[in-house]
T-cell receptor, first 118, second 112 residues
Framework: GAVVSQHPSRVICKSGTSVKIECRSL??????MFWYRQFPKQSLMLMAT?????????EQGVEKDKFLINHASLTLSTLTVTSAHPEDSSFYIC??????????????FGSGTQLSVL | SQQGEEDPQALSIQEGENATMNCSYK?????LQWYRQNSGRGLVHLIL?????REKHSGRLRVTLDTSKKSSSLLITASRAADTASYFC????????????FGTGTRLKVLA
């Protein structure tokens, strides 16, 4: 089945630094990818929709300049947390739709990235 | 909030018992999916049910969908300690946005 690879799985950084998280679709082309954020014991909150070759669409309340999304190819989207602060510590997870399947309903999730900002 | 609601928020049962979780959502949907998440890990896809379906089974899982009430339920029969996890529903809105919105989740604990 289709696989979405997310890297790194865990990152610890100092406050003020930037962190880049990669999301790759390994065996299908993903024109659309999604980025979610999850706080402990809470649900996944959609942050933004990443569109290949165009600007990302951010959900209400998500800072565009804080969470930079780049989707330069059909298999790779990156999320950069700029000038990270302790309150950005969270579990980030990406997903990608496989438009090649019927009903376009197949969506696959990466394994997530645990970000800890000291 | 755009999120769906799930209840109960937490559920604790004995091994062998059945567990039922409910999900309510707000908009018309194309489909609804259920996921499991073990603590601190990624999501595991359990089952997908389309808007024109009312019930689906997969092993010990049974999912129902009532689009008139905008609700779905997940039943896990003969639960095992390994079923301990958080369970989320996610809806694919029919509005054409192509994004999945997750419910608030149910934390299930199965006691051996």
């Amino acid at each position: 089945g289709a696989v979405v690879s997310q890297h790194p799985s865990r990152v610890i950084c100092k406050s003020g630094t930037s962190v880049k998280i990669e999301c790759r679709s390994l065996d299908f082309q993903a024109t659309t990818m999604f980025w979610y954020r999850q706080f402990p014991k809470q649900s996944l909150m959609l942050m933004a929709t990443s569109n290949e070759g165009s600007k990302a669409t951010y959900e209400q309340g998500v800072e565009k300049d804080k969470f930079l999304i780049n989707h330069a190819s059909l298999t790779l989207s990156t999320l950069t947390v700029t000038s990270a602060h302790p309150e950005d510590s969270s579990f980030y997870i990406c997903s990608a739709r496989d438009w090649g399947t019927a009903f376009n309903e197949k969506v696959f999730f990466g394994s997530g990235t645990q970000l800890s900002v000291l | 909030s755009q999120q769906g609601e799930e209840d109960p928020q937490a559920l604790s049962i004995q091994e062998g018992e059945n567990a039922t979780m409910n999900c309510s959502y707000k908009t018309s949907i194309n489909n609804l999916q259920w996921y499991r998440q073990n603590s601190g890990r990624g999501l595991v896809h359990l089952i997908l049910i389309r808007s024109n379906e009312r019930e689906k089974h997969s092993g010990r899982l049974r999912v129902t969908l009532d689009t008139s009430k905008k609700s779905s339920s997940l039943l896990i029969t003969a639960s095992r300690a390994a079923d301990t996890a958080s369970y989320f529903c996610a809806t694919d809105a029919a509005s054409g946005t192509y994004k999945y919105i997750f419910g608030t989740g149910t934390r299930l604990k199965v006691l051996a």
